[in-house]
């Protein structure tokens, strides 16, 4: 249970330099969740659907927003990134990324198990992890800082981040405008979101969440994205108290 003032909480008022990433993979990701599993697919199958049957001209740029200690946004969009941007704004996290670049833990190849039941990822050309660690740099940086570069990566994901840093509704849907508008027109995009989180522990302290369903996950998509797809996974397989599913958004920036 949280403190009524946990629902007072702006990002700018957490502590997120004491964010436990190792104790955040073992409660979340040291084996894969059903849910997890199921958004994979869903993403994997968008991604791959969108780059067949689209022309693309140029290197594509993919940028994980808020990545935390999540490993399986970015694995996602291995098979057509030359470059992926993992920004990260608590300084814990960003070590922890740093120390994935090179050769990343063992309890990431299940999430890789399921992306490579596609073609699209078992024909990759080379491993997973020498792909990753030639395509991935780790930024640390604010998400609202993000307006500085409008329009500037082609493939976008955000997993767990704009209604798990605030119990501001306003501050939620500034996130996801910011991430958004960071990608190019068409550019295709996932983000997952917590359904009416009412907070989460990473180690000893707790972080807020704004509670959110699906219809405010489409509001704040609807000026900005076409295409858009909002799903449920059904496992319905809770790995912590305090919420009650995940909501998938898949689409393009409008």
């Given at each position: 249970?949280?403190?009524?003032?946990?629902?007072?909480?702006?990002?700018?008022?957490?502590?997120?330099?004491?964010?436990?990433?190792?104790?955040?993979?073992?409660?979340?990701?040291?084996?894969?969740?059903?849910?997890d599993a199921e958004i994979?697919?869903?993403?994997?199958?968008?991604?791959?659907?969108?780059?067949?049957?689209?022309?693309?001209?140029?290197?594509?740029?993919?940028?994980?927003?808020?990545?935390?200690?999540?490993?399986?946004?970015?694995?996602?969009?291995?098979?057509?990134?030359?470059?992926?941007?993992?920004?990260?704004?608590?300084?814990?996290?960003?070590?922890?990324?740093?120390?994935?670049?090179?050769?990343?833990?063992?309890?990431?190849?299940?999430?890789?198990?399921?992306?490579?039941?596609?073609?699209?990822?078992?024909?990759?050309?080379?491993?997973?992890?020498?792909?990753?660690?030639?395509?991935?740099?780790?930024?640390?940086?604010?998400?609202?800082?993000?307006?500085?570069?409008?329009?500037?990566?082609?493939?976008?994901?955000?997993?767990?981040?704009?209604?798990?840093?605030?119990?501001?509704?306003?501050?939620?849907?500034?996130?996801?405008?910011?991430?958004?508008?960071?990608?190019?027109?068409?550019?295709?995009?996932?983000?997952?979101?917590?359904?009416?989180?009412?907070?989460?522990?990473?180690?000893?302290?707790?972080?807020?969440?704004?509670?959110?369903?699906?219809?405010?996950?489409?509001?704040?998509?609807?000026?900005?994205?076409?295409?858009?797809?909002?799903?449920?996974?059904?496992?319905?397989a809770q790995v912590r108290d305090?919420?009650?599913?995940?909501?998938?958004?898949?689409?393009?920036?409008?």
């Amino acid at each position: 249970m949280t403190s009524r003032s946990s629902w007072n909480t702006r990002n700018s008022d957490v502590a997120w330099a004491k964010f436990d990433p190792i104790a955040y993979v073992d409660h979340n990701y040291r084996c894969i969740q059903e849910d997890d599993a199921e958004i994979l697919r869903i993403v994997r199958d968008h991604f791959a659907d969108h780059f067949r049957t689209t022309d693309t001209t140029g290197p594509v740029s993919g940028i994980d927003v808020g990545s935390g200690p999540n490993l399986y946004p970015a694995l996602a969009m291995l098979p057509w990134c030359e470059e992926i941007t993992l920004l990260e704004y608590s300084p814990a996290n960003v070590r922890y990324l740093e120390g994935q670049v090179m050769s990343y833990d063992a309890n990431w190849d299940q999430f890789w198990d399921v992306l490579r039941e596609h073609e699209a990822y078992r024909s990759l050309g080379m491993g997973p992890r020498d792909r990753f660690c030639r395509a991935v740099e780790v930024k640390e940086g604010d998400l609202f800082d993000l307006a500085r570069h409008e329009g500037r990566w082609s493939l976008g994901t955000m997993f767990f981040v704009a209604e798990s840093m605030t119990s501001s509704r306003p501050e939620f849907r500034l996130g996801v405008e910011r991430f958004l508008r960071a990608l190019t027109p068409g550019a295709p995009f996932a983000a997952a979101f917590m359904e009416h989180s009412m907070g989460h522990h990473a180690g000893e302290h707790f972080f807020p969440a704004c509670d959110v369903g699906e219809p405010e996950v489409q509001a704040s998509l609807d000026a900005f994205a076409i295409d858009v797809t909002v799903v449920r996974p059904q496992s319905h397989a809770q790995v912590r108290d305090g919420y009650s599913g995940m909501i998938l958004a898949c689409g393009r920036r409008r």
